[in-house]
């Protein structure tokens, strides 16, 4: 199969612009130089009626003067005179015809007519103006005027040697000054968009690398145009995509680290039942075993799919009135039997307030913040509950007296599988996916979460959500 010619961008433009400035050249021109011609035109036949009438009150004047000769007769004997005073005056070769298309006068006689005016003499002795141009020379014929009526034709020979001279020295001026402005444009407009092609291909090749994988230091061009700001969209994507990718990494990388945990120990335990099926203790140690990891593992699989799912598809939302003040309460007073579990008290010191949210969305933000809360607490701590309003918001602060989050940590604790202390996660079951789906259900809900630190001990998450205004 035959490939279809491919031109290059540089070349594109290129043709581009040589089409734009012949088209833009060319119309200047035509229409300067038709302006020029119709102005030549218009002055012209403006001169010639003037010689024309001229010749029409000599001529009267004279045949007024005369004897009462009629008009055809005086033409046949003052004629050539006439054509002589005229031709003087006038400075151009001048002949007369009676009514008969006769020539009763001519300036310079001695010079030979070799222009055939037949016809426009015809249209002439019709009381009509009629002249055109041949060669360097315009043949103008116009009527001549008696007293009541047409006498004759007087016929001028002008020379239009120096209006066709400048009007072709003009054309010649137009020809060279368009080549030069075209070949100078072409250079300048060829090596401007070559810089711009190049530029493009450098923007191809930053594409290439982040497509093999090879990802940008810096923005590929440092300009303040169009193709700088695609420069930056490119850099942007391009860390966005490490980002990504990164994030995707690790994310096996946790996940196949976390998955192994529990199945290693239920592994080990079930080689341990094939080996000693007789031991008692063995079996029941190995059963409450199993049965834990193999529930850490279910709850890993649904909060990594759960994760999953928050990040491809929107969940189906149903916002509605939410009274946060008895809501917490009633959630607290679940998890109360797990604090005291852990040996903690849990207080709250609400004030009503309504949100517009997903009821189920705010239940499992409001769980898994408290749940953490008694995790990472310590023995003996407090858990508080506190809200306050300002302006058009509502801001929740769950506080504990527990371990705390570095500060050098704070950026990562909503990373998935992210924990501050592993053994800790791991003993009260945690997976460290918990806060990223928290994050994640907030930002559904057009809310925002942060943490605070505080200098006596513990931790505050703070989530902040838009009161409802009916």
């Known amino acids: 199969m035959k490939r279809p010619l491919r031109l290059n961008l540089n070349l594109k433009f290129t043709l581009f612009i040589a089409g734009l400035l012949l088209l833009t050249i060319g119309a200047i021109s035509f229409f300067v130089l038709q302006g020029v011609a119709d102005y030549q035109h218009e002055q012209r036949e403006i001169s010639m009626q003037k010689q024309a009438d001229f010749a029409n009150q000599h001529i009267q004047e004279r045949l007024a003067a005369g004897s009462r000769l009629d008009s055809q007769l005086f033409l046949q004997m003052q004629g ?41 003499l015809r249209y002439a002795l019709q009381n009509k103006i009629a002249y055109f141009i041949k060669g360097e020379t315009m043949e103008y014929l116009a009527p001549l005027q008696g007293a009541d009526e047409q006498i004759g034709v007087i016929h001028f020979q002008v020379s239009v040697h120096d209006e066709q ?28 968009m070559n810089r711009q092609a190049q530029a493009i291909v450098q923007l191809k090749q930053a594409t290439d690398h982040i497509r093999n994988g090879k990802y940008l230091t810096s923005p590929t061009l440092q300009r303040q145009d169009e193709l700088g700001e695609l420069s930056r969209g490119i850099f942007e994507m391009n860390t966005a995509i490490q980002t990504s990718i990164e994030g995707q990494r690790n994310f096996i990388n946790n996940i196949s680290h976390e998955f192994k945990t529990p199945l290693t120990s239920i592994k080990a335990y079930t080689d341990l039942l094939a080996m000693y099926q007789d031991d008692p203790n063995l079996i029941r140690e190995a059963r409450a075993a199993i049965e834990k990891e193999s529930a850490r593992l279910y709850d890993l699989v649904q909060k990594v799919l759960q994760l999953a799912a928050l990040d491809k598809y929107e969940f189906e939302q149903h916002p509605e009135q939410v009274e946060l003040q008895a809501l917490i309460e009633d959630l607290c ?47 003996g701590g407090r858990i508080t509950v506190t809200n306050r309003i300002f302006d058009d918001r509502v801001e ?4 504990d007296t527990g371990i705390g989050i570095p500060l050098e940590r704070r950026e990562k604790i909503f990373d998935p599988f992210y924990t501050v202390n592993k053994d800790r996660a791991r003993q009260s079951g945690g997976t460290g996916l918990g806060l990223a789906l928290v994050q994640q259900f907030v930002r559904k809900q057009q809310g925002t979460i942060r943490i605070e630190d505080h200098l006596d001990q513990g931790t505050s998450f703070i989530i902040t959500f838009q009161l409802y205004k009916p």
């Open 396 to 399: 929740i602060q769950f506080r």
């Open 333 to 379: 007073s679940r998890m109360k039997g797990k604090a005291d579990k852990f040996g903690l008290t849990m207080t709250t010191q609400l004030q009503p307030s309504i949100v517009w949210a997903d009821r189920e969305s705010i239940i499992h933000i409001f769980i898994n913040v408290l749940d953490n809360a008694i995790k990472y607490n310590i023995e």
């Open 165 to 192: 001279a400048f009007y072709n020295n003009l054309v010649s001026r137009f020809i060279v000054v368009g080549v030069i402005v075209l070949v100078s444009s072409l250079v300048l407009g060829l090596l401007y």
């Open 80 to 120: 050539q005179r006439l054509a002589s005073e005229i031709g003087t005056s006038s400075a151009m070769r001048v002949l007369l015809y009676d009514m008969t298309g006769t020539k009763v006068g001519d300036s310079l006689p001695i010079v030979e007519r070799t222009t055939a005016v037949e016809d426009a």
